[in-house]
């Protein structure tokens, strides 16, 4: 079960409610503009609700249902990237696309920027011939270059190759039910070749920040760290390298926070953000053992991150989701 969690926490960071783009943590944001933007309301916890309820009814083939609650959590202040375009599928596949365009131009304001899985996700086809989506995909196109402009191209062209091998492996893991023994010992070969190879660039490069390599892959780079639990030794060694990366605006705070709980559980110690999980006796998820509980939601936002209870009901339906037999 622990790595039934592990590899569920991997794919909830890369997708989203109709298995696309990057979810909120995959992708850091675009540096800030000069007049900083209006700040976010503060969505209702009926509206947060509303949002993980309208998942459900999409993961299901309700569209038309998750459409209303995707718009009672809009009103109720619930924003993000991955509930927009996810209400956009769901506005285009409920047969209204002048309303999944505003939810389509609502997630690129957010930050939407993978262009690829735009192009080729077919929940949004009802939308590609009216006037407003070349605009909208114009800038997504734009912004997803910027997440890959790097110093050293191929450098973070290996990092990408070896992310989606990472990824790969697991959605097959997934597919099997976790039971297929071929693939979990796939998954430990792919680990240890990207441990070893990311311990070699960081040897002579130091950590693999935005600049060296862009903002995808230096995710990706995060992502083989979290993946490396056979090479704690080697988990402790890049945490004061991605603290560092963060002070310098190189790196991401809600990834730091994933793999300082990474190492600190990995090592025997309480946790500090709950992003680490385990199910208790009655199989619910909850957190490993945590250091000041009661003040964990405070630490959670101040890098960013949801409310533990958000967080645990997002994963409990990716493990509802998983555990489905597969048509």
Same mark, same amino acid.
């Given at each position: 079960?622990?790595?039934?969690?592990?590899?569920?926490?991997?794919?909830?960071?890369?997708?989203?409610?109709? %298995? %696309?783009? *990057?979810?909120?943590?995959?992708?850091?944001?675009?540096?800030?503009?000069?007049?900083?933007?209006?700040?976010?309301?503060?969505?209702?916890?009926?509206?947060?609700?509303?949002?993980?309820?309208?998942?459900?009814?999409?993961?299901?083939?309700?569209?038309?249902?998750?459409?209303?609650?995707?718009?009672? *959590?809009?009103?109720?202040?619930?924003?993000?990237?991955?509930?927009?375009?996810?209400?956009?599928?769901?506005?285009?596949? &409920?047969?209204?696309?002048?309303?999944?365009?505003?939810?389509?131009?609502?997630?690129?304001?957010?930050?939407?920027?993978?262009?690829?899985?735009?192009?080729?996700?077919?929940?949004?086809?009802?939308?590609?011939?009216?006037?407003?989506?070349?605009?909208?995909?114009?800038?997504?196109?734009?912004?997803?270059?910027?997440?890959?402009?790097?110093?050293?191209?191929?450098?973070?062209?290996?990092?990408?190759?070896?992310?989606?091998?990472?990824?790969?492996?697991?959605?097959?893991?997934?597919?099997?039910?976790?039971?297929?023994?071929?693939?979990?010992?796939?998954?430990?070969?792919?680990?240890?070749?990207?441990?070893?190879?990311?311990?070699?660039?960081?040897?002579?490069? %130091?950590?693999?920040?935005?600049?060296?390599? %862009?903002?995808?892959?230096?995710?990706?780079?995060?992502?083989?760290?979290?993946?490396?639990?056979?090479?704690?030794?080697?988990?402790?060694?890049?945490?004061?390298?991605?603290?560092?990366?963060? &002070?310098?605006?190189?790196?991401?705070?809600?990834?730091?926070?994933?793999?300082?709980?990474?190492?600190?559980?990995?090592?025997?110690?309480?946790?500090?953000? *709950?992003?680490?999980?385990?199910?208790?006796?009655?199989?619910?998820?909850?957190?490993?053992?945590?250091?000041?509980?009661?003040?964990?939601?405070?630490?959670?936002?101040?890098?960013?991150?949801?409310?533990?209870?958000?967080?645990?009901?997002?994963?409990?339906?990716?493990?509802?989701?998983?555990?489905?037999?597969?048509?």
């Amino acid at each position: 079960m622990r790595r039934l969690v592990i590899l569920l926490t991997a794919l909830n960071l890369m997708g989203c409610a109709h %298995g %696309g783009g *990057a979810s909120e943590s995959a992708a850091p944001q675009a540096a800030a503009s000069v007049t900083p933007p209006a700040p976010k309301p503060v969505a209702t916890p009926e509206a947060k609700q509303a949002s993980a309820e309208a998942y459900g009814l999409s993961r299901k083939g309700d569209d038309a249902g998750a459409l209303v609650l995707y718009r009672r *959590a809009w009103e109720g202040g619930v924003r993000g990237k991955v509930m927009a375009y996810s209400a956009a599928c769901s506005a285009s596949l &409920a047969k209204q696309p002048e309303e999944a365009l505003v939810w389509l131009a609502r997630a690129v304001d957010e930050g939407f920027d993978d262009a690829k899985h735009l192009d080729q996700d077919t929940d949004l086809d009802s939308i590609r011939s009216l006037p407003g989506f070349a605009p909208l995909r114009e800038r997504v196109v734009v912004a997803e270059a910027k997440q890959y402009e790097a110093a050293d191209p191929a450098l973070r062209d290996e990092l990408l190759k070896r992310a989606e091998e990472d990824q790969r492996v697991r959605r097959l893991l997934v597919a099997s039910q976790f039971k297929d023994e071929a693939v979990k010992a796939e998954m430990l070969k792919v680990d240890a070749s990207n441990t070893a190879f990311l311990k070699d660039v960081i040897a002579k490069r %130091g950590w693999p920040g935005k600049a060296l390599v %862009g903002a995808r892959a230096t995710f990706s780079a995060w992502l083989m760290v979290q993946h490396a639990d056979k090479d704690v030794a080697f988990q402790e060694q890049v945490l004061p390298m991605l603290e560092q990366a963060v &002070a310098r605006g190189e790196g991401s705070a809600k990834e730091l926070a994933y793999l300082t709980d990474r190492v600190l559980v990995n090592t025997g110690k309480p946790q500090r953000y *709950a992003t680490q999980l385990e199910p208790n006796e009655a199989g619910k998820m909850v957190p490993k053992q945590l250091e000041d509980p009661a003040n964990v939601n405070a630490r959670r936002a101040a890098v960013g991150l949801d409310s533990v209870e958000e967080y645990i009901q997002s994963m409990e339906r990716m493990k509802a989701a998983a555990s489905k037999p597969q048509p």
